[in-house]
């Protein structure tokens, strides 16, 4: 009903602009006073968490993407090895696993069978399962040895998008307190990076604001056939989350491609009028991706590409070669999915609206996936 969904016409919108407050739920209670990660929920024993020596991802659709983000955080401020894969791909090829493997399995409505079955396999190996869940009570994190919540509130548009920003966080969240339990070199930047992460509800916030022209835009393109979505680093699944989103709500041919992939073959698909979506990284911190994804946005439209470049506020460098430019706040580097996903998120469910597809109930596909 109308009063369901808050005033808004979808509950995707509605669920959009609840991600401010569900990113900072996500946080809730989870920082004490002196800046470190409470997370007494997560009842693998800290000298468990100490002997680690792999941490394996599954997940489905679009909370894989947040498993490929959450490879960059756990490794670099854990240095602990870590791989994402698909849950349904992964029992099938007798993945490597044992009592050191914390295996994390992602899933907002915590019934999806494939990410139950590549559990039940990691347990059944005796590796300790963590899971990142929406869902209160539901099998996954019934079946796991423990459970981050995410606390984003029901999410009920089958396309994700709060359960999206949320698993982030809560990846963070648990690639910090990784850290923070075994100790690394990254002590006083993982101290930062919590910091940071408390003052992000307000920059998804801001995003929000700003949202007029990337919907004007995406009317512009309904009756386009393809987007493309380029983006690097932690970027890189960011431009998968858009291309997805893409698929799933206006039923368009999208695609995500790393941007350093381009020259071994994508660029082929480059013609006149096609729009690009890119992802730029911070020009602070990795400052040679920003350099080598500037080159990709001259080399795309020089081949005729229409250029849709989010970028960091004040990043100079995109505006020569940006036929559209939708600014996102600074934010450190591995956080920046948070802000650059949501224009993603507009920008799909409008070109939806625009195409006449019914946004919360796309066609084809159910909330969640409970067959293998
Ligand atoms: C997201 O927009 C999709 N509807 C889908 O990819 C979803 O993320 C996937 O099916 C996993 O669902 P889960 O998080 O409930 O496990």
Known sequence: SAAEKGGYDYFMLKEIAEQPKAVADTLLGRIDGSGSLTLDEVRIPPRVLREIDKVVIVACGTAFHAGMIAKYAIEHWTRIPCEVELASEFRYRDPILDAQTLVIAISQSGETMDTLMALRHAREQGSKVLAICNTNGSTIPRESDAVLYTHAGPEVAVASTKAFLTQLVACYLVALYLGQTRGTKWGDEIRAVIRDLSSISGAVERVLGTMEPVRELARTLASKNTVLFLGRHVGYPVALEGALKLKELAYMHAEGFAAGELKHGPIALIEEDLPVVVVVPSPRGRSV??????????????????T?????????????????????????????????????????????????????????????????
């Open 308 to 372: 849709i470049v989010i970028a960091e506020e004040g990043d100079e460098a995109v505006v020569p070669y940006a036929d559209h430019l939708i600014r996102i706040p600074v934010t450190p580097t591995l956080l920046q999915p948070l802000v650059a996903t949501v224009p993603l998120q507009v920008f799909a469910c409008e070109l939806a609206t625009a195409r006449g597809n019914e946004v919360d109930q796309p066609r084809n596909l159910a909330k969640s996936v409970t067959v293998e």
């Open 289 to 306: 991706l920003h350099d080598k994804i500037v080159s990709n946005i001259q080399e795309i439209r020089a081949r005729g590409a229409r």
